[in-house]
C-alpha cells in the first residue's frame, strides 16, 4: 500500500487543493474560536472525530480500492491519540487567542519535528536546519512577544499542540507508507472519538441541556467543525495524488493568511505589524523545513504519503 508518487502529474490541481484543505483548516480554527464561547471543548472535539469516522467509515465502504485493514493497529491508535491531544490544546487555545497568530505557532510543527527527530531518534541535523529552526522560533517570538502580557500562558497551548503534532508527524512518517491514507485517516477519527467519548458522557446533562438551548446557528457551526476537519484532510490526500509532495508543502502555510482574514471577516481581529512579521519569518522557515524533509526522504528513496506529509494538528 505504498503511496511512493502522485498517480496523476497536475501541480495547478494540487496546489488548489492544498489551498482548498488549508482553507477548511483554517475555517475551523475560526468556528472554533467563535463557538468556545458557549460550547464546551469535549462536546466540540468529540462531533469533529465522530463525524470524521463516519466520512471515513463511508468512503472506504463504497470504494472498491480501499479497506478497513491495518497492518500496524498500535501506529493507528498512537497517531490518533497524539492528534487527538494537538486538537486539544488546540481548541483549548482558540479560546484565548486570535485565530492567525495561533495558526502561525502550531505551523511550527517542521521545526520542532526535525528538534524531536534529533533527540529521539539521533538523526544528524545539519546546519541549514539549525538555522531554520532558530529562525522559526525567533518568529514565534515577535508574535508571542513575552512580557507584553498580549497572551500569556496561553501561548503554551499552541506550542503544546506543535508539539504533540511533530510526534504524530515522525511516527507518522515511519509507518504511513505502509498503510491506505484512507484507512489510516479512518482510524484516526476513530481513535480521536473513542477517546473523546468519555468526556462527553461525563458531562451528558450539561452537553444535553447546552444542546437544547443552542440557536440553530450553534447546531450548525458544531456539524461545519467536524465537515471542514474531514474535508480539509481528505483535500490534503487528494492533492498530494495530484502532484508531488515537495512541490504542494509551501503552499500548506497559506493557511496563516487565511486564518488571518477568516479572523478579521468573521471575528474582526486583525493582526498587528510585529504579528504580520513574525507570521512570515514562520511561514518562510516552517515551509522550507518541510520542504527539505521532503527532499531528504525522496534522496533516502523512502515512499512519502499523503498523511506522512500532513503537518495540521486540527
Partial sequence: MSRTAPSVHSPGAGIALIVAAAACFAGLDTTVRYLGAFIGIALMLWLRYAMHTLTMAAWIAFSRDKTFRTANPRFQVLRGSLLLF???MAFN?????????FTAIVMLTPLLATLLA??????????????LVAG???GALIVIRPGSGLFGWAVLLPLAAALSNAAFQIVTSRLAPHENPYTTNFYTGLTGMMLAAPLVLLGSQQVASVLAAAPPL???LLLAIGA????????????????????LMPFLY???GVAALAGWLALGAVPDAWAWTGMAVITCCGAASAWLNVRD????QQPVSAVAADTVGD
Fill in 136 to 138: 522559526g522560533f525567533a
Fill in 254 to 256: 497559506t493557511q496563516i
Fill in 93 to 101: 487555545a482558540l479560546r484565548h487567542m486570535p485565530v492567525a497568530e
Fill in 218 to 220: 450553534h447546531l450548525g
Fill in 297 to 300: 526522504a525522496a534522496t533516502r
Fill in 86 to 88: 494537538a486538537s486539544a
Fill in 228 to 247: 471542514l476537519g474531514t474535508g480539509g484532510h481528505l483535500l490534503l490526500i487528494m492533492a498530494l495524488g495530484k502532484a508531488p509532495t515537495a512541490t
Fill in 118 to 131: 534529533r533527540v529521539w531518534l539521533k538523526e544528524r541535523v545539519s546546519a541549514l536546519r539549525w538555522a
